[in-house]
């Protein structure tokens, strides 16, 4: 048992699928699992370990933003020893071509977050997804019929931000897809820990067109994006 994570050893599975929200680890757990059984309810940040075509899974909710992210990261590598960790979310497209409901697939993650150049002694790390869980979760997709996007992602630490179309240019223009909350810290927190990190986003909004998707709307890509993370699992742990 660790500080945020009420879990007796064991009971979290060495894959993680982690949710900013705990209501849709619940949601996953309940609908796409088989036999899961929740292990955490501390804060109501739900944990639950199920199975997944007989292969043994848990989904972590882990709240929003780099800090919160962070924390339970920290405490499922350290305490419970989990080898492969995959961040299942949302994002806001930087592209004005991003549709609603496509899904990205995080390449490697840019931050403004100054945790990360506290850690490096004010350089910059790239943090970068484990290539294997990329290439297998790029073949899920396949596999399933969704078509993907893969690369650069910007992580922010700030939702609510002046309105100022400047801060969003400079990202833009060096191609990156998406704006998110966390995966730069999880990429950063793996690569420390020698473990593997995917980040699997849906994107819920356009914020160079100003366009957002409707809650029905969302649900239906959400389970797309699940789909992929599940079906990544199967393939790598073949």
């Not at 007796?8 to 849709?24: C, F, K, N, Q, Y």
């Not at 305490?79 to 409901?101: E, F, Q």
């Not at 833009?172 to 690569?191: F, I, N, W």
Request: one cysteine or more.
């Amino acid at each position: 048992m660790s500080l945020h994570i009420g879990a007796e050893p064991g009971e979290i599975a060495e894959t993680v699928l982690l949710s900013g929200d705990p209501l849709r680890a619940k949601f996953i757990a309940e609908n796409l699992l088989e036999d899961a059984v929740c292990y955490n309810t501390v804060r109501n940040m739900l944990g639950f370990t199920g199975y997944h075509h007989g292969k043994r899974v848990s989904v972590q909710g882990s709240g929003m933003g780099q800090p919160s992210l962070a924390i339970y990261v920290h405490e499922l590598l350290q305490s419970y020893k989990v080898k492969n960790l995959v961040r299942i979310g949302t994002c806001g497209a930087l592209l004005p071509d991003i549709r609603l409901g496509e899904i990205i697939i995080a390449q490697g993650a840019c931050t403004d977050s100054n945790a990360s150049r506290l850690q490096f002694n004010g350089l910059d790390f790239a943090p970068l997804a484990d290539f294997n869980m990329l290439l297998k979760a790029y073949e899920s997709a396949g596999k399933e019929g969704i078509k993907v996007r893969i690369g650069n992602v910007f992580s922010t630490d700030l939702f609510y931000f002046k309105n100022d179309p400047e801060r969003w240019k400079v990202w833009s223009e060096h191609g990156v897809l998406c704006v998110d909350m966390e995966t730069s810290a999880l990429y950063t927190m793996a690569a420390a820990a020698n473990a593997r990190a995917l980040s699997i986003l849906t994107v819920s909004d356009n914020i160079i067109t100003g366009s957002f998707s409707t809650s029905k709307d969302r649900e239906q890509s959400l389970i797309d994006m699940v789909r992929i993370a599940l079906g990544e699992l199967d393939l790598v742990n073949a």
